[in-house]
T-cell receptor, first 110, second 113 residues
């Protein structure tokens, strides 16, 4: 899996959009970008993934730059329950499973 | 439908003992992966099973082993427990191999004393 770089922590006001950046400058052509989050004391939760087109589902939107070297996860209307560690993973489904880095600790402020 | 179920939720074992953890994947899912989570190392991949065969293996010693049954349920075993094996062990299931769009269970918290 390609290495990803994320900010250690971020704050966002409740009700605002939370934009979480991720750098993956060495991503290869067959690697997808995956986002997971882990709320304290729970297992990670799959959020979304994409290859090169922007993606949206009921939880979030994923914006991938044209050169695929970075991406942004957008939570459109953050709530207190979105406070979690968010992991960005670039994976081609290889032998090492999903490589979770340290992620971004997103804190939603009331 | 029911999510991924891991049992037991909490376990305390003594150094040198062995332990078996169980994971029941979401109905219809055939891939099961195991991860270890510690404060120091974060989430680390142990292995993945698909259709009863180990498909991938992480960088863990041979004391860590697993298996998958015909109903896709999986077990992982750790023999000769060490203090450093204390961790949250997470199981994740998915429809396909590789297990990248994975649904995780709540984990088993293992404490080795």
């Amino acid at each position: 899996d390609a290495k990803t770089t994320q900010p250690t922590s971020m704050d966002c006001a409740e009700g605002r959009a939370a934009n979480l950046p991720c750098n993956h400058s060495t991503i290869s052509g067959n690697e997808y970008v995956y986002w997971y989050r882990q709320i304290h004391s729970q297992g990670p939760q799959y959020i979304i993934h994409g290859l090169k087109n922007n993606e949206t589902n009921e939880m979030a939107s994923l914006i991938i730059t044209e050169d695929r070297k970075s991406s942004t996860l957008i939570l459109p209307h953050a709530t207190l329950r979105d406070t979690a560690v968010y992991y960005c993973i670039a994976s081609g489904g290889g032998a090492d499973g999903l490589t979770f880095g340290k992620g971004t600790h997103l804190i939603i402020q009331p | 439908k029911a999510g991924v179920t891991q049992t037991p939720r909490y376990l305390i074992k003594t150094r040198g003992q062995q332990v078996t953890l169980s994971c029941s994947p979401i109905s219809g899912h055939r891939s099961v992966s195991w991860y270890q989570q510690t404060p120091g190392q974060g989430l680390q991949f142990l292995f993945e099973y698909f259709s009863e065969t180990q498909r991938n293996k992480g960088n863990f010693p041979g004391r860590f082993s697993g298996r998958q049954f015909s109903n896709s349920r999986s077990e992982m075993n750790v023999s000769t427990l060490e203090l450093g094996d204390s961790a949250l062990y997470l199981c994740a299931s998915s429809l396909r191999h590789p297990n990248t769009e994975a649904f995780f269970g709540q984990g088993t918290r293992l404490t080795v004393v």
